[in-house]
């Protein structure tokens, strides 16, 4: 069975994040794979573990996410490809999925696996775009496959839902989305690492794919910092913690907010 | 007349909160533009919701209610939206940002060849189209964004659009729509369900009591000595500390959240967890106690009306965002706290 992951590189959830020239700055922060596509990642190789298997990793971007791909081949997967085409440059989330389902499909991949969003635009829709544009299920927040038969290709799935855990079956090939309880990512092993570095990553472009570029119907129109808040500090102090709690319970109250 | 769909979420017969906020902010943008909204309701008790949904301010709403619809499976909803917005021709569609409001819009987006502006946080409107504003890296920047495709499809965050004020004396029709795919066209089955832990929903909660890596942090309190391992020993101190938080949080009817670094700890799950990687929020107030404020944990609530911060540190970052500071112990705070809200509210 081939799996394919999806990763994305983005910039270190502690940068400092700021818009210069109407572009995002995140100074020196490094680019690091989007952290929750290392449970992708770690869904993908268990899986492949269990159930036999193979799994390759896609990444869409320009030369620098071949590092976001090398992460993935460090974890342990077994190949990866950049998809890079400069008619993408301003590709919008649906486009980016017709894009990441066309790779699903050239390399033949039954199941397809993604972080449930990027932390970088917080979208969290590619997923479901990309099940919706290969015409597979999408099952998504997937907490555990609970059975995977890639004979009778079927799976089982644990979803994590609002109002709690929701078991879901369906027909491969598929599309995951994975949530943090699936299982902590693996560290990259000092073998990975050097295997990674070592690593032919190839790169598919539209033409290589076979699809013409997809429009994009959304634009940004403007990035701005938020507005700084004025919050005015104000420490409490009391003689005792029933006196503290007695005088923050009236300025609480004075706020208006309960 | 041009009209707006919006998308009612609902999990067993129960609207999400945001459902009303996003048919009350499309009443708003109608009203202003001149529209009629259509609020579109799939699943169980979709006619009594679709009458709510008008109570909120749709002028007409569009029930599917049959038994293929029962439990939601994304792709015979988006079929049948799909077919109602062809139908309809609606000049946007908008849900609230729930996982199923999300993942709808982008099947639906994929389905009408236009795109999504996911978890807005405001709206405003440019020569008959919509344009949105959202939160990007966890609220770090924002992104005023237009969908340049018809119908626009949006997804509004919930709190982020006032609260919606139902009005029993509207009146309105509710028509019956029948499912667009038959059973067996259906890829899934769901077989099973376990209810969460019946408590508030960080996403919709007004008041959120937060713990962080401090909360284990007391040496006046000594583990049973059957715990052994020095790892139990801080879980079981910790779970002390959360146990004070969750009786702060039942008198205020908050919900419980954490800092990753309590998550990853593994003093409570991760469906708690504030902040970049987790849930980002922005309630009425925000009581933060043991948590110092990495930057990733203040992109996740910065935007809450009133942060409150408990931590022994006085330098701890989280005091910059505070409105109210207390240095101290949690320990001895959290339960004064709880009772002074006990005779304040019950007042």
Redesign the interface.
């Not at chain 2, 005091?319 to 101290?328: N, P, Q, S, T």
């Given at each position: 069975m081939k799996i394919a992951v999806f990763v994305k590189q983005v910039p270190d959830s502690a940068a400092k994040i700021t818009v210069e020239n109407g572009v995002v700055n995140w100074g020196d922060a490094p680019l690091v794979i989007n952290p929750w596509d290392e449970y992708a990642v770690e869904a993908a190789l268990l899986l492949a573990e269990k159930h036999g298997g193979e799994v390759t990793a896609y990444s869409l971007g320009d030369e620098s996410a071949k590092e976001a791909l090398k992460h993935a081949l460090a974890m342990g997967c077994a190949g990866a490809v950049l998809l890079s085409d400069p008619a993408l440059a301003a590709a919008d989330t649906a486009a980016v999925a017709r894009v990441l389902a066309a790779a699903a499909q050239k390399g033949s991949a039954e199941l397809a696996v993604f972080g449930r969003q990027a932390i970088d635009w917080d979208s969290g829709v590619t997923p479901s775009m990309a099940a919706r544009v290969l015409g597979w299920p999408a099952l998504s927040l997937v907490a555990a496959v609970e059975a995977l038969d890639p004979g009778a290709k079927t799976i089982k799935v644990a979803r994590a839902i609002e109002e709690g855990r929701q078991v879901v079956e369906g027909k491969l090939p598929a599309v995951l989305s994975i949530v943090k309880d699936f299982a902590e990512p693996r560290y990259p092993s000092f073998m990975g690492i050097r295997k990674a570095s070592q690593a032919e990553i190839p790169t598919w472009t539209l033409a290589d794919l076979g699809i013409p570029a997809p429009a994009s119907a959304v634009e940004t129109l403007e990035l701005s910092a938020p507005l700084a808040r004025e919050v005015s500090n104000e420490i409490i102090t009391g003689d005792s913690p029933a006196d503290v709690a007695a005088k923050l319970v009236d300025k609480i109250i004075g706020e208006g907010v309960l | 007349m041009s009209k707006l769909f919006v998308v009612v979420d609902q999990?067993?017969g129960s609207a999400?909160p945001a459902s009303w906020e996003a048919v009350s902010a499309a009443r708003a943008l109608a009203d202003q533009a001149g529209w009629s909204v259509s609020a579109v309701v799939i699943g169980p008790e979709a006619e009594a919701l679709g009458n709510t949904a008008i109570h909120y301010g749709a002028d007409e709403a569009l029930a599917a209610s049959d038994a293929s619809l029962a439990d939601y499976?994304?792709?015979a909803y988006?079929a049948l939206l799909t077919q109602l917005a062809k139908e309809h021709s609606p000049q946007a569609v908008l849900f609230p940002t729930?996982?199923?409001g999300?993942?709808l819009?982008?099947?639906l987006?994929?389905?009408l060849?236009?795109?999504?502006?996911?978890?807005v946080t405001e709206i405003s409107l440019q020569d008959g189209k919509l344009?949105a504003t959202r939160?990007?890296?966890?609220?770090?920047?924002?992104?005023?964004?237009?969908?340049?495709?018809a119908p626009q499809l949006l997804t509004l965050r919930a709190r982020a659009f006032g609260k919606p004020v139902a009005d029993t004396g509207r009146s309105g029709a509710v028509t019956a729509v029948a499912p667009a795919l038959a059973e067996a066209d259906i890829?899934?089955?769901?077989?099973?369900?376990?209810?969460?832990e019946g408590r508030v929903?960080l996403?919709d909660a007004?008041?959120i009591v937060s713990g962080g890596r401090g909360v284990s942090n007391n040496p006046n309190l000594t583990p049973p000595a059957e715990i052994t391992d020095a790892k139990e020993k801080e879980i079981w101190l910790a779970h002390q500390g959360f146990a004070l938080l969750g009786e702060l949080a039942e008198v205020?009817g908050a919900a419980v959240g954490a800092s990753r670094a309590a998550v990853d700890a593994g003093y409570v799950?991760?469906?708690h967890?504030v902040g970049?990687?987790g849930k980002?929020v922005s309630p009425?107030?925000y009581i933060a106690a043991g948590i110092s404020g990495?930057?990733?944990h203040l992109a996740g609530m910065?935007?809450s009306?009133?942060?409150?911060a408990i931590n022994k540190d006085a330098d701890a970052p989280i005091?910059?965002?505070?409105?109210?500071?207390?240095?101290?112990?949690l320990y001895?705070?959290l339960?004064?706290?709880t009772?002074?809200?006990k005779e304040?509210?019950s007042k």
């Open positions: - | 999990f067993k999400l499976r994304p792709e988006v729930t996982s199923r999300r993942e819009a982008a099947m987006a994929i389905d060849e236009s795109g999504v502006l996911p978890d344009v939160p990007i890296y966890a609220g770090k920047l924002l992104a005023k964004v237009i969908c340049n495709a890829p899934t089955k769901v077989v099973d369900y376990a209810a969460g929903s996403g007004g008041v205020l799950p991760y469906a967890q970049q990687t980002v009425d107030l990495a930057i990733q910065r935007t009306k009133v942060i409150v005091f910059k965002v505070a409105r109210f500071g207390i240095v101290g112990d001895e705070l339960p004064a706290l009772q002074a809200f304040r509210l």
